[in-house]
C-alpha cells in the first residue's frame, strides 16, 4: 500500500491529471467538428467548459498549497 499524498502532492497531480483531461476532450472535440456530429461536439464544448473550470480551481488549490509552503509559482 502507498504511502498517503500530502496535500502540494495531490494538488499537484489533480492539475496534471486536468490538464491531461483538458488535452483529450479538446481533441476528441476536433475529431467530432470534423466528422460532423455538431450535437455531440455541443455537449462536448459543454464538458470542456466544466472541466477547464475545475481545472482552475485545481491551480488555484494548487497555488495556495505552494503559497503556504513559501513555495514561488
Known sequence: ???PEDHLTQAE???R???GRVAHL???L???EADNHPLAADQARQVLATIRRSL???RD???IEREA???GP
Open 56 to 58: 482552475e480551481l485545481a
Open 1 to 3: 500500500m502507498s504511502p
Open 13 to 15: 497531480r489533480h492539475v
Open 30 to 32: 476536433a475529431e467530432l
Open 69 to 71: 509552503r513559501g513555495i
Open 17 to 19: 491529471e486536468g490538464e
Open 61 to 63: 488549490h494548487l497555488r
Open 26 to 28: 479538446v481533441a476528441i
